[in-house]
């Protein structure tokens, strides 16, 4: 079997990692972490929303429409809302003075951004075994040496030091925090990224 480490892409662009770190614990002063209430080890802080739309990032909208195969079966199912990405174009006004906004803008000068969140996985936790509908930009803020995403057979570790990667989430992966810490990125969902 060859491993296909083309499904991380590691971007020619690099942030502050000190910076990102600060604007994380200035939005916990003004915003806790959402999420589908079912959900216990998952959480979300929306940056965007639709335009004068708060209700497009509650609930469900955490989270959005992903496919799974939940048991032996192997048959695919489909989970949560779709999301119209493309509508998910205004940064939230709570969080424009802190570091999120220029890496906001930034990122958006580069790439087309749906949703652009910062995600929670508590830990000792993981995610379902699924795929999106479209490839996903993250940036690691706090992570550990057991914080490990993977895409078809692939795993790889992703640092918090400031940079950028995009990966594969059109393939079956899963992240899995296997630290003593929560784990924090900022993703987001890239909409003109092609993998080969």
């Not at 020619?12 to 770190?21: A, M, R, T």
């Not at 174009?89 to 220029?102: G, H, L, R, V």
């Amino acid at each position: 079997m060859t491993l296909n480490f083309n499904d991380f892409q590691k971007q020619d662009i690099q942030f502050d990692i000190n910076e990102l770190q600060k604007a994380y614990q200035e939005i916990l002063k003004i915003k806790n972490f959402d999420g589908p209430e079912e959900i216990s080890n998952f959480g979300a802080i929306s940056l965007t929303q639709i335009p004068g739309d708060p209700d497009s990032i509650k609930g469900h909208k955490a989270r959005g429409v992903f496919w799974t195969k939940p048991d032996s079966s192997g048959k695919e199912v489909v989970r949560d809302i779709t999301i119209d990405e493309a509508a998910y174009s205004e940064f939230i006004d709570d969080f424009k003075n802190t570091y999120f906004k220029e890496v906001f803008e930034t990122l958006s000068s580069k790439y087309k951004l749906g949703r652009v969140r910062v995600l929670l996985k508590q830990p000792r936790s993981t995610l379902s075994w699924h795929r999106d509908p479209e490839p996903r930009l993250h940036i690691p803020i706090i992570t550990n040496p057991g914080s490990i995403m993977v895409i078809d057979n692939v795993a790889k570790h992703l640092p918090a030091d400031g940079s950028v990667w995009i990966t594969n989430n059109t393939k079956y992966h899963n992240a899995f925090n296997g630290g003593e810490e929560n784990r924090i990125h900022l993703v987001a969902c890239v909409l003109d990224h092609k993998f080969n």
